[in-house]
């Protein structure tokens, strides 16, 4: 059995910088930001903190579903905004989807604890305890019937399907930051192996709950505030302090190349080869640069895809603009690419950290670099601070073949895809 070419034929985004792909892109390389303070009622006690949120998106527009409009939370929502877009930029919309494959990564509980206290406050007793008893006769009563539901960690796959009726192979992956990118690279083999012709696949994510903002600002990985607020995010700098939080969607539809010219589909490029790898010791011991795991995908996906490094145009990566992870992703690509040097390049700096869809929005940018023949920048970069990586401080024209996309979660876990132009 021969394996199947897999090319991009539609892309759709829901993003801090815009609700569609070509005009997120476009904010991208204008080198405009989403960040903003994080000035909530509910963080004003809190440092200064920064957020990047999804402003003006209409459930109306996105979730045309009254059912899925009062079941989902913002995150899933989103994920039917970006993949409903994806379907139609490749004209397939209206389509019997029947066979169409759904692959997305997720947050593990897409759930605000704040819904509880209510309940909580109605269940102390006069010790100022928490009882069980009260909970039962009072508390939960005020607890919301589709808490559950609303939840889920598969609601954004649930909704895609139900509102689309792709009813093909599935899978909805939970792992942290690399979840959409791991769910990419389903759909890919999915396709590649013949077990389906087409699929949509992305990943969705929102960091901006109190739970969240909580853990990443107790871990140090928030940046502190600057002036301008769209140069708090700092990769690759010796001021560098950390991302703001995001959210989002980003999502990509993939085809075999017999189906895709069969329907005479216009095609943004093609996924070559893919790289996975996982470093469990580092839960138990962190250790500072360490980039074995991510130098294993990134090498994989070159070697699965008979790439030579100085075959490749350009490298997408996180700079998440901490000093482990851009030690990591510096000492990666030393390591795989010795003496060639493609431009690197990433979307965080403007975008701020998307959790799961992280990893996708690369791929998107990628695929828009490729066929737009435009190279985004890597917003607040300093190559003084990144010797031997060749940072990209502005938006350039490119003759992009091929391009290395690469998504870590602290070097634990790790993957890698191989973008290229059509034909290859």
């Known amino acids: ?44 006690g809190f440092p200064p903190i920064l957020e990047a949120r999804v402003r003006g998106f209409d459930r109306r ?44 990564g997720s947050v ?15 269940s102390i007793n006069d010790r100022d305890e928490v009882d069980l008893s009260l909970f039962a006769s009072h508390g939960i009563k005020l607890v919301d019937p589709l808490f559950l539901v609303k939840s889920l960690p598969n609601a954004g796959l649930c909704a895609v399907a139900i509102q689309h009726q792709t009813l093909g192979p599935n899978a909805n ?39 969240s903002v909580v853990e990443h600002l107790l871990a140090g990985r928030l940046a502190r505030q600057a002036e301008p607020i769209r140069s708090s995010c700092r990769p690759f700098r010796q001021d560098g302090s950390g991302y703001a939080l995001g959210e989002g969607a980003a999502f990509l539809m993939l085809e075999s190349v ?35 795991g991510l130098r294993f995908a990134a090498a994989q996906a070159l070697a699965t895809g008979g790439i030579q490094p100085d075959r490749v145009d350009a490298v997408f990566g996180d700079a998440f603009a901490l000093p482990d992870d851009d030690r990591r992703e510096v000492s990666t690509y030393r390591a795989i690419f010795d003496s060639a040097a493609p431009p690197f390049t990433a979307a965080t700096p403007a975008l701020g950290f998307p ?45 992009l073949r091929r391009v290395l996309v690469w998504n870590s979660d ?10 290229a132009a059509y034909p290859e």
């Not at 070509?22 to 390389?29: E, L, P, V, Y």
């Not at 897409?110 to 109605?122: Q, V």
Request: proline content about 6%; some cysteine.
């Open 173 to 211: 992956i939970t792992n942290g930051p690399v979840s959409g990118m791991q769910a990419l690279i389903a759909a890919f083999q999915t396709i590649r192996w013949r077990g389906a012709e087409y699929a949509l696949a992305g990943g969705y994510d929102s960091l901006l709950q109190m739970d």
């Open 355 to 399: 959790g799961a869809a992280s990893g996708v929005f690369s791929v998107v940018h990628a695929c828009f670099a490729i066929a737009l023949r435009t190279l985004p920048p890597l917003a607040n970069c300093d190559a003084a601070n990144a010797p031997g990586l060749p940072l990209v401080d502005q938006a350039r024209p490119a003759d």
């Open 258 to 292: 017999e189906h895709a010219q069969a329907r005479n589909a216009r095609i943004y490029g093609e996924i070559l080869s893919s790289g996975e790898a996982s470093d469990p010791s580092l839960l138990l011991r962190s250790e500072p640069g360490r980039d074995e």
């Open 61 to 104: 527009q996105f979730v045309p579903d009254r059912m899925l409009r009062k079941l989902l939370s913002p995150s899933p929502a989103y994920a039917l905004g970006g993949a409903s877009q994806a379907l139609s930029d490749a004209g397939l919309a209206s389509s019997d989807l029947t066979e169409c494959g759904l692959y997305v």
């Open 410 to 419: 602290r070097g634990m876990k790790n993957a890698a895809v191989l973008v």
């Open 108 to 122: 593990c509980l897409d759930a605000n604890p704040e819904a509880l206290i209510p309940a909580l406050r109605a």
């Open 1 to 44: 059995m021969s394996l199947a070419r897999v090319v991009v034929t539609g892309m759709g985004v829901v993003s801090p910088l815009a609700l569609d792909a070509a005009a997120h892109f476009d904010r991208i390389c204008a080198g405009e930001s989403a960040l903003a303070p994080l000035d909530a009622d509910a963080f004003k």
